[in-house]
């Protein structure tokens, strides 16, 4: 995600450098173009695509959901819609120079029922944390998650606290806050005891502590690129890097159509000679595929050496896109290969690789894909509204 960041932070700047006036200067352009806004809901949203789906899963309408590290608003939004207008969506940003894209994304997107919070979640509160600069919209309360620069200094709020004073009782907290969220977990360990929330956090493979620590509080924890089950570190596929770990409570599980170990069903294995060119560098399926009603793992097996490009690769029924990365494509080959979909309805799929605003890398190829289903999910229906 950091490098994701970085390059769409680069690549912007280089668009828009001929535009730029010297004493206007690039912060201020860029805040012109409003670099960091999200699509209107109406277009969709496809901000971390796996967490996304267990969101629409697990948001329901009238629940209170917390969104730790809001960042600028992309997953708060959606929260918001699932929940709907008697729901409520506390969401948290530490970052003095990220709250208000943030807060500004909430406002033009309609959310009346989120509250915006600015404030550190961490184990204590009433206290002060330097704020180190990330290389993008990836501020840390930590040095080494960052470029080492402190920016700032902001106060800090721990979520037993803060669920005590407004009683506010999440049923989901979603927790993404660049290295912190151990010191966050210790910090609502009232609430998890009591409460025992969904949670769905950002995870570095070889960081056990949150895991260790809920799974010793009766949590299960699941992989949301893969659906396996984690219980340590060597659980991962090998050589991954930041991955999103849901959490539920054994207590729950009746509650939710999480319950592992699920069940796969190999559906298809496509070669490389389904997959078809086109005059621009793009790639997609010869033929759409035809799948039925359910839930399913795409794992493409496609290599790429280009860094300066713009490439879209994802699902489309038809012409509209549901599921789908952005950036470059060497980036993308490398850690953006284990796709997961939801179908409403049978469906005929491409599996396609889009180049945008007349980019191209010659070294893409896509080497086929296997595509399972996840059998538990057949029947399941995710969110009626988004």
């Given at each position: 995600m950091k490098q994701l960041k970085e390059w769409l932070k680069a690549k912007l700047s280089k668009a828009l450098a001929p535009e730029i006036d010297q004493q206007l200067g690039l912060n201020q352009k860029l805040e012109e173009v409003r670099l960091y806004g999200i699509s209107p809901w109406y277009q969709g949203n496809f901000w971390e695509p796996p967490v996304q789906l267990a969101l629409r899963d697990l948001c329901r309408p009238g629940?209170?959901?917390?969104?730790?590290?809001?960042?600028?608003?992309?997953?708060?939004?959606?929260?918001?819609?699932?929940?709907?207008?008697?729901?409520?969506?506390?969401?948290?940003?530490?970052?003095?120079r990220i709250v208000d894209k943030c807060q500004r994304n909430i406002v033009l997107s309609g959310c009346s029922n989120v509250q915006l919070f600015h404030a550190a979640v961490y184990y204590k509160s009433y206290?002060?944390?330097?704020?180190?600069?990330?290389?993008?919209?990836?501020?840390?309360?930590?040095?080494?998650?960052?470029?080492?620069?402190?920016?700032?200094?902001?106060?800090?709020?721990?979520?037993?606290?803060?669920?005590?004073?407004?009683?506010?009782?999440?049923?989901?907290?979603?927790?993404?806050?660049?290295?912190?969220?151990?010191?966050?977990?210790?910090?609502?360990?009232?609430?998890?005891?009591?409460?025992?929330?969904?949670?769905?956090?950002?995870t570095q493979p070889e960081d056990t502590r949150c895991l260790d620590f809920l799974l010793e509080k009766g949590y299960i924890s699941i992989d949301l690129n893969t659906y396996q089950t984690i219980e340590n570190a060597q659980d991962y596929p090998p050589g991954v890097g930041i991955r999103n770990n849901l959490y539920i409570h054994q207590d729950r599980l009746s509650q939710v159509p999480y319950n592992p170990p699920f069940g796969f069903q190999e559906v298809t294995t496509l070669e490389a000679s389904d997959f078809q060119g086109k005059d621009n560098g793009s790639i997609g399926l010869k033929t759409p595929l035809i799948l039925d009603k359910g839930r399913y793992l795409i794992d493409v097996a496609f290599t790429a050496k280009g860094m300066d490009n713009d490439l879209t690769c994802g699902v489309k029924i038809g012409k509209q896109p549901i599921f789908r990365y952005h950036a470059y494509s060497n980036l993308l080959a490398s850690s953006y290969r284990d796709w997961v979909i939801h179908l409403s309805e049978t469906s005929k799929i491409d599996l396609y690789f889009d180049f945008l605003n007349e980019t191209f890398d010659d070294t893409l190829l896509v080497q086929g894909a296997k595509i399972t289903e996840i059998t538990d999910f057949k029947n399941a229906n995710t969110n009626l509204y988004f």
């Open positions: 629940d209170v959901v917390f969104d730790v590290g809001a960042n600028f608003g992309g997953l708060t939004t959606v929260m918001s819609r699932m929940v709907g207008p008697k729901g409520v969506v506390c969401s948290f940003e530490a970052s003095p206290s002060k944390v330097p704020i180190y600069l990330g290389s993008h919209l990836n501020d840390s309360i930590y040095a080494e998650q960052s470029t080492g620069t402190q920016g700032y200094e902001v106060s800090t709020i721990a979520l037993d606290d803060f669920v005590e004073y407004t009683k506010l009782v999440p049923n989901l907290v979603k927790m993404d806050i660049e290295g912190a969220e151990f010191d966050a977990i210790k910090g609502m360990a009232k609430t998890i005891e009591s409460a025992k929330p969904h949670l769905i956090l950002e």
